[in-house]
């Protein structure tokens, strides 16, 4: 059994605010596993928009009083350690749990259905509503935890989860087809970069929606074309000329999105980072015969369908810079200034 521990280092999220609500610490109990659950070290955890969004208190939809303003709709409880993208090492395990797990390398499958054994009525986000991994340990039911073998580090690991299983989810949910045209905007964030590689590994056909410096990297990815952000996606494409568009932008353009979509075309959104509030025209849905996804929580075998694209290397790892722990600070303003392409990391252990 390996020696845990009583103390660790980690990042608190100490209330909704500016980056003065993350606080390092190195005095934060580490966490004993459950009978169910396993207690993981962490080598590596990615930023993502939601640990911003929670942070600022985004998923609130305004009553002011930040009482919705969790990835659940519910009331943060602080201080919480975020963190969803975790990649690590099994190190204890709970009573009910294979001892055979121990030592194993994991990826931590982001959206949580089952918490200190019970099964959730709505689930929850790993370092939402439950504490992540911005810290050397952290525990989680062992249905969450999945094995990897895999070559590549710590850090390009934690790259996948959160991203390629949001994207994955998306292209499962609306069904794209080999053959298919599939619309991506946000194409260089890690959601859409995850899903570029994914649409192509379905044999789809990928335009991206990207910024004028990301063109080449975007192509590079496997796009088959890009457009710019300020382009005139009708003028670019033609209206009913486009399968799937999966969305992580929404804004000024989302009225085109729609009007690209052929007759019986299929939209799934996982973002708005762009602006939330779109306009409808409520008759092009119903006259074209659209289908609609909104996308949260992961559909069975989206995260095992994941780690089989890993270890058969059908999906690249796309880190654009790492930071220490200790500079989470710098990590999240670097992700805030949208010059990067994939993903940032923080390396833990």
Known sequence: ?????????????????????????NDIPVPKPGPNEVLIKVGAAAVNNTDINTRKAWYSKG???????????????????????????????????????????????????????EILTQAWYFGSECDGG???????????AYAIKSDLSDVELASFPCSYSTAENMLSRSKVLKGETVLITGASGGVGSAAVQLAKARGAKVIGITSKAKVEKVLQIGADKVLMRDDNIIQKLGENSIDVVIDLVGGKQWPDL??????????????????????????TLYLKDLTFFGCTVLNENVFSNLIMHIENKNI??????????????????????????GKIVLKIN
């Not at 409880?77 to 993208?85: E, H, L, M, S």
């Not at 911005?134 to 039911?141: G, N």
């Not at 052929?262 to 008759?283: C, E, M, T, W």
């Open 63 to 117: 009553n002011g009083d930040s009482d919705d303003a969790s990835w659940s709709g519910n009331p943060m409880k602080f201080p919480r350690i975020q963190g969803a993208d975790v990649c690590g090492r099994i190190v204890s395990i709970g009573e009910h749990v294979n001892t055979q797990r121990l030592n194993e390398r994991v990826l931590i499958e982001p959206c949580i259905r089952e918490f200190n054994g």
């Open 316 to 341: 690249s790892p796309l880190v654009s810079a790492s930071y220490p722990l200790e500079d989470i600070v710098k990590a999240q303003q670097s992700f805030l200034d949208k010059q990067h392409i």
């Open 134 to 144: 911005f810290a050397e340990y952290t525990v989680v039911s062992s249905i969450h």
């Open 258 to 283: 729609i009007n690209a979509l052929k007759p019986s075309g299929r939209y799934a959104v996982a973002g708005a980072i762009g602006d939330p509030h779109v306009k409808l025209d409520i008759r």
């Open 1 to 25: 059994m390996n020696k845990i521990p009583k103390i660790m280092r980690g990042v608190y999220l100490k209330g909704h605010g500016d980056f003065d609500m993350l606080e390092l610490r």
